[in-house]
């Protein structure tokens, strides 16, 4: 499935965080390492711009885009923000901080709850939720799903991404926090950088009512004749210090992601399987940078993150 595509897929057992499936494409071929690799050759997977020899799942940094919009919800519900019930509406846009954020159904969605919220992805509801928590609340939780930093992982070189701060901010870029930056970040844009690997972890813990697992890859070792040399346990999740019922009603909103006619996430549908996820798109350049061009006249380096995730 993902031939010819840059990117990348990661599958977890969410109760213990066993990596059932990982793929980084484009990928190269390792025996071209096993006896030495030429220079001609090496010189060229360095200079792919698709860079293969990165491994996305845990080293490509990427805006979370709607993705994010669970992280923003659970916050907004155990800290009392919102309740499933509550209602915002949408006409298209918001006027906040005296800037117009748009959403990315032109003529708005109208008024919503959250779990059609969730289901609809509506920017709009989620600017209003990020206003009510502010960006000290959004980052603290986000962290606590585990993003932001490494997860563990028995691999070499994961990157940890970035959950930004005010803290942050100030110390790296030497400038005060605005409201206006919540905004972006409670929909998962901004400076917000996570790895596939993160938010598949992030997802486990909302399949489970916030058990997060380490995820490892390796099960055992064991010696040229099969013999077990070494097992390797697995480490037990760690509880979140969340409710069972914020927990409840984000996989209600993802849940309506896949199975409601509207859900943006109707294509990973199954006959004989609940599936719930949350879909997103993550800008890479701002809209007005691309709005006049057609889909493939935009460089591929400016175009949107496609993500899902799911369980």
Same mark, same amino acid.
Request: glycine share 10%.
């Given at each position: 499935?993902?031939?010819?595509?840059?990117?990348?897929?990661?599958?977890?057992?969410?109760?213990?965080?066993?990596?059932?499936? *990982?793929?980084?494409?484009?990928?190269?071929? +390792?025996?071209?390492?096993?006896?030495?690799?030429?220079?001609?050759?090496?010189?060229?997977?360095?200079?792919? +711009?698709?860079?293969?020899?990165?491994?996305?799942?845990?080293?490509?940094?990427?805006?979370?885009?709607?993705?994010? $919009?669970?992280?923003?919800?659970?916050?907004?519900?155990?800290?009392?923000?919102?309740? +499933?019930?509550?209602?915002?509406?949408? +006409?298209?846009?918001?006027?906040?901080?005296?800037?117009?954020?748009?959403?990315?159904?032109?003529?708005?969605?109208?008024?919503?709850?959250?779990?059609?919220?969730?289901?609809?992805?509506?920017?709009?509801?989620?600017?209003?939720?990020?206003?009510?928590?502010?960006?000290?609340?959004?980052?603290?939780?986000?962290?606590?799903?585990?993003?932001?930093?490494?997860?563990?992982?028995?691999?070499?070189?994961?990157?940890?991404?970035?959950?930004?701060?005010?803290?942050?901010?100030?110390?790296?870029?030497?400038?005060?926090?605005?409201?206006?930056?919540?905004?972006?970040?409670?929909?998962?844009?901004?400076?917000?950088?996570?790895?596939?690997?993160?938010?598949?972890?992030?997802?486990?813990?909302?399949?489970?009512?916030?058990?997060?697992?380490?995820?490892?890859?390796?099960?055992?070792?064991?010696?040229?004749?099969?013999?077990?040399?070494?097992?390797?346990?697995?480490?037990?999740?760690?509880?979140?210090?969340?409710?069972?019922?914020?927990?409840?009603?984000?996989?209600?909103? *993802?849940?309506?992601?896949?199975?409601?006619?509207?859900?943006?996430?109707?294509?990973?549908?199954?006959? $004989?399987?609940?599936?719930?996820?949350?879909?997103?798109?993550?800008?890479?350049?701002?809209?007005?940078?691309?709005?006049?061009?057609?889909?493939?006249?935009?460089?591929?380096?400016?175009?949107?993150?496609?993500?899902?995730?799911?369980?």
């Amino acid at each position: 499935a993902m031939a010819g595509l840059a990117g990348s897929a990661v599958a977890l057992e969410p109760e213990t965080g066993e990596g059932l499936g *990982m793929v980084s494409s484009p990928a190269y071929d +390792p025996n071209l390492f096993s006896a030495g690799i030429d220079l001609g050759t090496w010189a060229s997977l360095l200079r792919d +711009p698709q860079t293969p020899l990165m491994n996305r799942v845990i080293q490509g940094q990427y805006p979370a885009g709607s993705t994010f $919009k669970v992280v923003t919800a659970l916050a907004a519900l155990q800290e009392g923000a919102i309740n +499933p019930s509550t209602t915002f509406h949408c +006409p298209g846009y918001l006027n906040v901080y005296g800037t117009v954020r748009r959403c990315h159904k032109a003529e708005g969605h109208g008024t919503l709850d959250l779990a059609h919220a969730i289901a609809l992805s509506c920017n709009v509801y989620f600017y209003q939720v990020g206003v009510r928590l502010e960006i000290e609340r959004i980052s603290r939780y986000a962290k606590l799903l585990g993003l932001g930093g490494t997860t563990g992982i028995d691999l070499p070189s994961e990157v940890s991404g970035l959950i930004p701060s005010p803290e942050w901010k100030l110390r790296v870029l030497k400038a005060p926090w605005f409201p206006g930056e919540t905004v972006s970040v409670a929909i998962g844009q901004g400076p917000v950088l996570v790895t596939p690997l993160q938010m598949a972890r992030a997802t486990a813990a909302i399949a489970t009512s916030g058990r997060l697992p380490r995820p490892h890859v390796l099960r055992r070792a064991l010696d040229p004749a099969g013999g077990v040399v070494k097992d390797f346990e697995t480490e037990s999740p760690v509880q979140l210090p969340l409710s069972a019922g914020a927990f409840q009603q984000v996989r209600a909103g *993802m849940a309506a992601v896949v199975q409601e006619p509207h859900g943006t996430g109707g294509a990973a549908r199954l006959p $004989k399987t609940l599936v719930a996820g949350k879909t997103g798109t993550a800008q890479v350049v701002h809209l007005e940078t691309t709005e006049n061009l057609d889909d493939d006249e935009i460089p591929e380096e400016w175009r949107d993150h496609a993500w899902f995730i799911s369980y």
